[in-house]
């Protein structure tokens, strides 16, 4: 099972939107809504930011925003923060019966 | 609060085996399915498998499937990793998570244990 496709890097200033991608195959991304996106920050566990494409756990703020088309889902953080400064993974149930991550997105706020 | 604490990492020899266990607390463990993930030194994390809260149902990727056996004890709130035919590759932190009910993703993580395989 290959690793879904991010972008390997992304950077934005404070206030601005930022969104990464997480492009994977008809039977992950592009074969139901469980996909999920994780922050994580050096020597942490992941936290769970979003999951079934646009849902956000309790305590995320709503500048944490998912989306899907096709076998594409994004996330969009919009007016960055310092603090969002992190590593960002997707991650989507398989056809397989399997799960499977991006290879992580590294967010620089200038 | 929802607990998960890895514990039996270490230092193993290439072909040799580990088992890591989890302990769990602060939720009804036998409710929740749960899974291992890993991450090895510098690199993203990569899914390994998958124990239905029952352990009627057990899935796996395929870097480890055939080596590895993910096994639970719901009267003792404990999730075990056996890990047979270590490769170098295997080194990682293992993480146990919480599968979120019925949304097919995690959402608590254990602090991890480390698994170095090295002769």
């Known amino acids: 099972q290959s690793a879904l496709t991010q972008p390997a890097s992304v950077s934005g200033s404070p206030g601005q939107s930022i969104t990464i991608s997480c492009t994977g195959t008809?039977?992950?991304?592009?074969?139901?809504?469980?996909v999920s996106w994780y922050q994580q920050h050096p020597g942490r566990a992941p936290k769970l930011l979003v999951y079934?494409?646009?849902k956000r756990p309790s305590g995320v703020p709503d500048r944490f925003s998912g989306s899907k088309s096709g076998k594409t889902a994004s996330l969009t953080i919009s007016g960055l923060q310092a603090e969002d400064e992190s590593e960002y993974y997707c991650?989507?149930?398989?056809?397989?019966?399997?799960?499977?991550f991006g290879g992580g997105t590294k967010l620089t706020v200038l | 609060q929802v607990q998960l604490v890895e514990s039996g990492g270490g230092v193993v020899q290439p072909g040799k085996s580990l088992r890591l266990s989890c302990a769990a607390s602060?939720?009804?463990?036998?409710?929740?399915?749960i899974h291992w993930v890993r991450q090895a030194p510098g690199k993203g994390p990569e899914w390994v498998a998958f124990?239905?809260?029952?352990?009627?149902?057990?899935y796996y990727a395929d870097s480890v499937k055939g080596r590895f056996i993910i096994s639970r004890d719901n009267s003792q709130n404990t999730l075990s990793l056996q890990m047979n035919s270590l490769r170098a590759e295997d080194t990682a932190v293992y993480f146990c998570?919480?599968?979120?009910?019925?949304?097919?993703?995690?959402?608590?993580w254990g602090q991890g244990a480390l698994v170095t395989v090295s002769s």
């Open positions: 998570a919480r599968d979120q009910r019925d949304t097919w993703c995690v959402d608590y």
């Open positions: 602060g939720f009804t463990f036998s409710t929740d399915a």
């Open positions: 124990i239905s809260n029952d352990g009627s149902r057990k």
């Open positions: 008809s039977g992950d991304v592009g074969a139901y809504n469980f």
């Open positions: 079934e494409v646009t």
């Open positions: 991650f989507s149930f398989t056809t397989r019966n399997t799960w499977v």
